[in-house]
């Protein structure tokens, strides 16, 4: 079945400890994108990547790494989580850009106390 | 500067009536359009998508869209209502000049009353 797959489902964790959620597709996808989603602001893209050891920053990367060293993993990590990082977080994957459709994986409920 | 407005944070429609979600956006050049769909605890998906083509649009699930230049705006309409339309709607705009980015809406909330 063609998925998004995100690990783990819910994550509640303290401030400064070093996390790492991951993204991966199994559809061969060029381009993977994370995003967060907070009530009344809608999704806002955190980073891009358009392929293999291409990554870009979206529109709000601070405090967040990405990497992608093989084409159907994407993993987020938050290298010194601080309680405004607590969100709803989603990877995203389309085989060729934002302007074909994304797949989204099923989301990951992130708490930092 | 690019952005999206939806213009009801919830809309509240009866089963088997219209329902119209609204959107406008503001984008300096002729911009894709796209609407997504969010059921409850559930990852986003697409409903439709504008590309310069035809102005008016359809979806899945018997959703369509039209193409307003004019009035800047892409609102969202089912002729009817049905019990699994309850969900939220965003509203995403890729400006032309802008390389992968999307910008979506603050989201549109369906409550569909029996």
């Known amino acids: 079945e063609a998925q998004v797959t995100q690990n783990p489902r819910y994550l509640i964790t303290v401030t400064g400890k070093k996390l790492t959620v991951t993204c991966s597709q199994n559809?061969?996808?060029?381009?993977m994108s994370w995003y967060r989603q907070d009530p009344g602001l809608g999704l806002r893209q955190i980073y891009y990547?358009?392929?293999?050891?291409?990554?870009d920053k979206g529109d709000v990367p601070e405090g967040y790494k990405v990497s992608r060293k093989e084409k159907r993993n994407f993993p987020l990590i938050l290298e010194s989580p601080s309680p405004n990082q607590t969100s709803l977080y989603f990877c995203?994957?389309?085989?060729?850009?934002?302007?074909?459709?994304?797949?989204f994986g099923n989301g990951t409920r992130l708490t930092v106390t | 500067a690019q952005s999206v407005t939806q213009l009801d944070s919830h809309v509240s429609v009866s089963e088997g009536t219209p329902v119209l979600l609204r959107c406008n956006y503001s984008?300096?050049?002729?911009?894709?359009l796209f609407w997504y769909v969010q059921h409850p605890n559930k990852g986003l998906q697409l409903l439709l998508k504008?590309?310069?083509?035809a102005t008016l649009v359809k979806g899945i699930n018997g959703f369509e869209a039209e193409f307003k230049k004019s009035e800047t705006s892409f609102h969202l309409t089912k002729p009817s209502a049905h019990m699994s339309d309850a969900a939220e709607y965003f509203c995403?705009?890729?400006?032309?000049?802008?390389?992968?980015?999307?910008?979506w809406g603050a989201g549109t909330k369906l409550i569909i009353k029996p």
């Open positions: 995203a994957s389309s085989p060729s850009g934002p302007y074909s459709p994304l797949h």
């Open positions: 559809m061969n996808h060029e381009y």
């Open positions: 990547s358009m392929n293999v050891e291409v990554t």
């Open positions: 984008s300096s050049y002729s911009p894709s």
């Open positions: 504008y590309t310069s083509a």
């Open positions: 995403v705009v890729s400006p032309r000049d802008s390389n992968y980015q999307l910008i």
